[in-house]
C-alpha cells in the first residue's frame, strides 16, 4: 500500500538512470510512482508507465512528427504540450498526488509548461540545471513551483548529484503527504496589496469582511503574488476581487522584471468575477536589484527598498499612460466592475512631506482616470487617502450593495 504517487517525468533515453534513483528513493519512503517519459529520438531500457508515443498522441502529434521536427526546440514542444495535457489528465483522474520533472535547459521548458498544468496546491519539483537562473522568466513560473538545482549530474550519477536527487524525491513525497488543497468553507475574497508601510486598508477590510461571513486572500504585489491571484481568478476561486495594489501592471509596461504576466488583471474579467480596484501604488515604478535600467529611465533617482527591489516615479504622461491601459483592461470585463479612485493618494509615501508625494503627477493621473474609465465600469471618487478609513468605508459600501444585489455570492464556489 502507498499513501500517495508521484509522478516522475523525463527523457528516459538519456537520463533513465537519475529518473529511476528518484523513483527509487520515493519508493523507498513508501510512495508510489507513475513514469512519464518525454525522450523523442531514443528510447528507454525499460517500458515507461506514459511513454512517449502517448505523450505526443496527446499533443495532437505523434512521436515522427516530432523527430521530422526542424529543430529540437519544435520537437521539444510537442513533448511539452502533450506532457501538460496527460499530467493534467492523469491528475484529474485521481492517479498521481504531485509532479517531479528532471532537465537540463530542454527540460525545464518543458517542466515549466507541465507545472502550469496542475492546480495551486499540488506539488511540483523541478531539479534542473538551471535552477533559480535568470534563464527563467517570472511568467514561466508557477506560483508555488519548487526547484532544486541539479548539481553535478549532468551526464551520469553520482554523490554529488546524488545529493539533490534524493532530496527532491523526499521533498515531493513530503510535499504531497502534507498538502492540503484550498478548500474554502466560505467564500472567498482575493485581494492585492503590498506591505502595510505603504498600503494599509487591508488591516481594516479583513476583519471587517471575516466578520460578514467571508474569507479574504491578501496577496503580495510583487511579481509572483500577483501571479498566484491571477491563476486562483482564472479558475474562479473568488467571489469577489478587491484589486487594490497595481505596481505589477505598471512595471509591465515600464519593462521591469517584477511583474506578473501579461494577463494582470484581465482574469478575474473573463471569469466573471466582480471587481472593486483601486490604483494602489500605481505611482511607482519597481525593478529587480540587479537589474539594469533601461535607458528611458536611467535618469531618476532610485530607491533600494532592500538588494532585491529599488523603486522610482512614473513620470506624468506614465501615469496618463498606466490610467488609459487600466481601462483597457477593465473594459474586457464580464462582470461588474467599480473603480475607487481617492483623490488625496494612493500609497502612504505620496502623502504630503512623504518623498513621494508630487501634486503635479496625481493630478495628471486622476484627469486621466476620469476619461480612461467608462461605462459599464463605474468610476467612483472619494475625497481620501488609499490607507484612510474613508477609503475601506467606502469598499465595505460597494461589497455590501453586491452582497444584497447578488452580485457576489454568499456560499463558496
Known amino acids: 500500500m502507498t499513501d500517495k504517487t508521484i509522478l516522475v517525468v523525463g527523457t528516459y533515453d538519456t537520463k533513465e ?39 505526443a498522441e496527446t499533443a495532437g502529434s505523434s512521436i515522427l512528427e516530432a523527430i521530422g521536427s526542424p529543430d529540437e526546440n519544435h520537437a521539444m514542444q510537442i513533448m511539452a504540450r502533450g506532457a501538460s495535457l496527460k499530467t493534467a489528465e492523469l491528475y484529474a483522474a485521481g492517479r498521481m498526488d504531485g509532479v517531479i520533472i528532471l532537465g537540463g535547459t530542454m527540460g525545464t521548458d518543458l517542466a515549466l509548461d507541465v507545472c502550469q498544468a496542475l492546480p495551486l496546491g499540488v506539488p511540483k519539483y523541478v531539479v534542473s540545471t538551471v535552477s533559480f537562473s535568470s534563464l527563467i522568466p517570472a511568467d514561466r513560473l508557477s506560483p508555488d513551483i519548487q526547484m532544486i538545482l541539479w548539481a553535478g549530474g549532468l551526464y551520469g550519477l553520482n554523490s554529488v548529484c546524488q545529493s539533490s536527487l534524493s532530496q527532491a524525491a523526499g521533498a515531493v513525497l ?176 505620496d502623502r504630503p512631506g512623504q518623498p513621494a508625494h508630487d501634486p503635479a503627477g496625481l493630478a495628471a493621473f486622476l484627469d486621466e482616470m476620469r476619461s480612461a474609465i467608462r461605462p459599464p465600469v463605474r468610476l467612483i471618487e472619494i475625497d481620501s487617502h488609499i490607507n484612510d478609513l474613508a477609503f475601506a468605508h467606502a469598499v465595505l459600501a460597494a461589497f455590501d450593495a453586491w452582497v444584497a444585489d447578488g452580485t457576489v455570492a454568499t456560499a463558496a464556489r
Open 17 to 55: 538512470d537519475e529518473l529511476t534513483y528518484i523513483a527509487d528513493r520515493i519508493r523507498d519512503q513508501g510512495g508510489g510512482v507513475l513514469t512519464m517519459d518525454v525522450s523523442v529520438l531514443g528510447d528507454p531500457a525499460d517500458a515507461r508507465d506514459i511513454s512517449k508515443h502517448v505523450v
Open 174 to 349: 513530503g510535499a504531497a503527504r502534507a498538502a492540503r488543497m484550498p478548500d474554502a468553507k466560505r467564500p472567498v475574497v482575493g485581494m492585492t496589496s503590498l506591505g502595510s508601510s505603504c498600503l494599509s486598508y487591508m488591516k481594516l477590510l479583513k476583519p471587517a469582511l471575516e466578520d460578514r461571513g467571508f474569507e479574504v486572500a491578501i496577496f503580495h504585489a510583487t511579481g509572483m503574488g500577483g501571479m498566484a491571484y491571477e491563476r486562483i481568478a482564472r479558475q474562479g476561486g473568488f467571489a469577489c476581487v478587491m484589486d487594490f495594489a497595481l505596481p505589477e501592471l505598471g512595471n509591465l509596461l515600464a519593462g521591469s522584471v517584477v511583474h506578473a504576466g501579461e494577463d494582470r488583471m484581465l482574469n478575474a474579467g473573463r471569469a466573471g468575477i466582480p471587481q472593486l480596484v483601486a490604483p494602489g501604488c500605481l505611482d511607482l515604478i519597481d525593478f529587480a536589484g540587479w537589474q539594469d535600467i533601461p535607458e528611458a529611465y536611467a535618469d531618476r533617482p532610485f530607491h533600494a527598498h532592500n538588494r532585491l527591489i529599488k523603486s522610482s516615479a512614473l513620470n506624468n504622461e506614465e501615469r496618463r499612460e498606466t490610467a488609459r491601459e487600466m481601462g483597457r483592461r477593465l473594459a474586457q470585463s464580464h462582470a461588474p466592475v467599480q473603480v475607487l479612485l481617492t483623490t488625496q493618494g494612493i500609497e502612504e509615501w
